[in-house]
């Protein structure tokens, strides 16, 4: 049973930065890939960045630049450091992992960047 628990995102400001973490039961080193996605409202489901097992980051263009996606193997914790936020960041996002096919999902946590 893989769960993944997502930090609480909040409101920030336009230019701001936050920081989301993905805690995840047990070792995320089996995982082949991890990474964040976000839904906005009335808009699907969108990749933002994944990391996968070797190192390999990617991200989502309108996000390269200003958020970075890193793991910790030891803490069994992917993170997410948005910077330079702007309001079309808003959305719900979600961690997930992919784990011999399957993908896992975090319950999301919304981040809205308004001033």
């Known amino acids: 049973q893989v769960q993944l628990v997502e930090s609480r995102g909040g409101l920030v400001q336009p230019g701001g930065s936050l920081r989301l973490s993905c805690a995840a039961s047990?070792?995320?080193?089996?995982?082949?890939?991890m990474g964040w996605h976000r839904q906005a409202p009335g808009k699907q489901r969108e990749l933002v960045a994944n990391?996968?097992?070797?190192?390999?980051?990617n991200y989502a263009d309108s996000v390269k630049g200003r958020f970075t996606i890193s793991r910790d193997n030891v803490k069994n914790t992917v993170y997410l450091q948005m910077n330079n936020l702007n309001p079309e960041d808003t959305a719900v996002y979600y961690c997930?992992?992919?784990?011999?096919?399957?993908?896992?999902w975090g319950k999301g946590t919304l981040v809205t960047v308004s001033s």
């Open positions: 997930q992992a992919q784990y011999y096919g399957m993908d896992y």
């Open positions: 047990g070792s995320i080193s089996r995982f082949h890939v």
């Open positions: 990391i996968v097992s070797g190192g390999t980051t």
